[in-house]
């Protein structure tokens, strides 16, 4: 099981979305794609370590 979440906050569609925070718990929205311009929290920390060295 993936630990990313499929939430509306990280949604591609958020913005213009009819269905935003309609979906009740355990339900996955069909439309849902993450925003790929949000930074995954792994390179987030990664970066700041590169940074450190």
Known sequence: M???RDICVVCAWR???????????GQRCPDFVRDV????EEEVV?????KKD
């Open 46 to 50: 990664e970066k700041k370590e590169v």
């Open 15 to 25: 913005a213009d979305c009819q269905k935003r925070f309609s979906m009740k718990a």
């Open 2 to 4: 993936s630990s990313k």
């Open 37 to 40: 311009s949000l930074k995954e």
